[in-house]
């Protein structure tokens, strides 16, 4: 049987809008579980979005949720959630003011700069051949 006439599994629609989004923004090649995790924060925000609509609503005295609400709840969201980025001049001129100091020297050493070996664990802990002083005298 061909491959073009073999039944793919059905998405869901959500997961075919994501899919969607993704190829008009130039997304070829991604893992299947990009979709699965763009679902799952789409379906996050809009239960958040629309929780916080009901506080907006409820503290309003209103029965039901207006485009209002919605617009405040969506407002507050993308102010304490989403940043944006600082402007590429701002970051360029503080890329320069911290390239302005120059690098630290290259010590004449090289490699890791380690403690005494008394205080390291590389250090020889045992003796091969025990002091004579320390030996205790057998026939005395």
């Not at 207006?66 to 944006?84: K, M, P």
């Not at 390239?99 to 020889?124: F, M, Q, S, V």
Request: proline content about 9%; aromatic content about 6%.
């Amino acid at each position: 049987m061909p491959a073009d006439t073999q039944k793919q599994p059905a998405q869901p629609r959500d997961a075919r809008l994501i899919s969607l989004i993704l190829q008009s923004l130039g997304v070829e090649d991604y893992d299947p579980k990009v979709v699965h995790q763009l679902l799952e924060f789409a379906h996050r925000y809009t239960t958040d979005v629309l929780q916080d609509a009901l506080v907006y609503a409820e503290h309003a005295n209103k029965m039901d949720i207006e485009l209002e609400d919605i617009q405040l709840a969506i407002q507050g969201r993308v102010n304490h959630s989403f940043t944006t980025p600082p402007p590429k001049e701002f970051l360029l001129e503080l890329a320069q003011e911290k390239n302005k100091a120059p690098l630290p020297l290259i010590p004449e050493k090289y490699g890791i700069r380690l403690p005494a070996e008394k205080h390291c664990l590389t250090g020889i802990n045992f003796s091969i051949v025990p002091d004579v002083s320390l030996t205790v005298d057998r026939n005395g």
